[in-house]
């Protein structure tokens, strides 16, 4: 069975510095990455994806992924965060021959002025 | 539609009623999914349809949940008796085909009170 750990629920950090949120997976065959960001009463966008290829994938808004297949991890990065970066971010996999998309629990994004 | 669209947006039901939600995905999409999401917590895998097939529903709860896709459009999310731990958001995706993009709507958030 695939799972995928944000090892972080919250995750505080002072408006223009460096944030990185946590992502592990276990799977049992290939898989391919994906973050989703939710903002304050909207629907899940997706920020980035890693299907195949080099492995630092740069997504919307200055964020950025690098996969990292002997830790089966795939941290989000961002070298500047801006006060309307506050959302809540989902890491989660395809399983390769597989549809369904899985979900990590989220991180919770607070940005202090 | 420019997005997936779900209705009604909120839905406040008494415990034993039955509920139907319904989603309108991306025109063309052949990929449409639903999932569950609890305060607090990542979303949760329902169910899964290619066209008006049902492929996967591997992640409904109980046989209270029943989804259909009749002519691979408009889908609808049906819980009968509901029951107040089925109050949470309820999510739809459509993607063009396995492994896609997911476009997610903005949930129906169901109380049962």
């Known amino acids: 069975a695939q799972s995928v750990t944000q090892l972080d629920s919250q995750v505080p950090v002072f408006e223009e510095a460096p944030v990185e949120l946590r992502c592990n997976y276990s799977s049992s065959v290939s898989v391919y990455l994906f973050w989703y960001v939710q903002y304050p009463n909207q629907g899940l966008q997706l920020l980035l994806k890693?299907?195949?290829?080099?492995?630092l994938v740069k997504g919307i808004n200055g964020f950025e992924a690098e996969f990292n297949k002997s830790q089966t991890s795939f941290h989000l990065r961002k070298p500047s965060v801006h006060i309307s970066d506050t959302a809540e971010y989902f890491c989660a996999v395809i399983p390769s021959r597989d549809d369904k998309i899985i979900f990590g629990k989220g991180t919770r994004l607070h940005i202090l002025p | 539609g420019a997005g997936v669209s779900q209705s009604p947006r909120y839905k406040v039901a008494k415990r034993g009623q039955d509920v139907a939600l319904r989603c309108d995905p991306i025109s063309g999409h052949v990929s449409l999914f639903w999932y569950q999401q609890a305060l607090g917590q990542g979303p949760e895998f329902l169910t899964y349809f290619q066209n008006e097939a049902q492929l996967d529903k591997s992640g409904l709860p109980s046989d209270r949940f029943f989804a259909e896709r009749p002519e691979g459009s408009v889908s609808t999310l049906k819980i009968q008796r509901t029951q107040q731990e089925d109050s949470a958001v309820y999510l739809c995706?459509?993607?063009?085909?396995?492994?896609?993009?997911?476009?997610f709507g903005q949930g129906t958030r169901l109380t049962v009170v």
């Open positions: 890693y299907l195949s290829g080099s492995t």
């Open positions: 995706a459509s993607s063009l085909g396995p492994r896609g993009e997911a476009f």
